[in-house]
Antibody, heavy 117, light 107 residues
Framework: EVQLVESGGDLVQPGGSLRLSCAVS????????MAWVRQAPGKGLEWVAH????????YYVDSVKGRFTISRDNAKKSLYLHVDNLRAEDTAMYYC??????????WGRGTLVTVSS | EIVLTQSPGTLSLSPGERATLSCRAS??????LAWYQHKPGQPPRLLIY???TRATGIPDRFSGGGSGTDFTLTISRLEPEDFALYYC?????????FGQGTKVEVK
């Protein structure tokens, strides 16, 4: 059974940092692109970043470039998102997803990031 | 950036009725359009890709159609478990974008 389990979300002040993690099981993690997708309260889904299996390519939505860093550890079957200089508009549920030919075919249940003073 | 506009925002129907959801793209995405179902507290679920191909395990009451800029998701007969949020997503342009969602609720 495919499982993706996110963790690391928290209440953080503006300007703060977090590291989100996603533990994967049930498929060969090391051969798939992986992605982070978020959903702000009352809003739709937004692709945030994705990463190639060997980490040689990483892409970000414009609004997070320079502040968020996606990474992975294939040995640990884990995906990460390091988020810096957080803003109120980054408040959202962050989902880890398998990125399969531009489709998000498996998702986790999400981890909540709240940015507030 | 390609903007996807979904309509209606909310669809109020009874079990057994037919649901038709619309997704319009601001420019052509060919057939590079997917649909997802999302229930509270659960991970989103891929339903349709390539505009009309059902993902693995998706019941045949779900069907997708369209190409270019206009797409539809049809649920032929609503089951109780189908009441949820539905999102379209395009992967014909970069960045990949989602619509704002259609809520299918019990009338």
């Amino acid at each position: 059974e495919v499982q993706l389990v996110e963790s690391g979300g928290d209440l953080v002040q503006p300007g703060g940092s977090l590291r989100l993690s996603c533990a994967v099981s049930g498929f060969t993690f090391s051969v798939y692109w992986m992605a982070w997708v978020r959903q702000a309260p009352g809003k739709g889904l937004e692709w945030v970043a994705h990463i190639k299996p060997d980490e040689s390519e990483k892409y970000y939505v414009d609004s997070v470039k320079g502040r968020f860093t996606i990474s992975r550890d294939n040995a640990k079957k884990s995906l990460y998102l390091h988020v810096d200089n957080l803003r109120a508009e980054d408040t959202a549920m962050y989902y880890c997803a398998r990125d399969n030919n531009a489709l998000f075919d498996y998702w986790g249940r999400g981890t909540l990031v709240t940015v507030s003073s | 950036e390609i903007v996807l506009t979904q309509s209606p925002g909310t669809l109020s129907l009874s079990p057994g009725e037919r649901a038709t959801l619309s997704c319009r793209a601001s420019q052509s995405v060919s057939s590079n359009l997917a649909w997802y179902q999302h229930k509270p507290g659960q991970p989103p679920r891929l339903l349709i890709y390539g505009a009309s191909t059902r993902a693995t395990g998706i019941p045949d009451r779900f069907s997708g159609g369209g190409s270019g800029t206009d797409f539809t998701l049809t649920i032929s007969r609503l089951e109780p478990e189908d009441f949820a949020l539905y999102y379209c997503q395009q992967y014909g342009g970069s960045p990949r974008t989602f619509g704002q969602g259609t809520k299918v609720e019990v009338k």
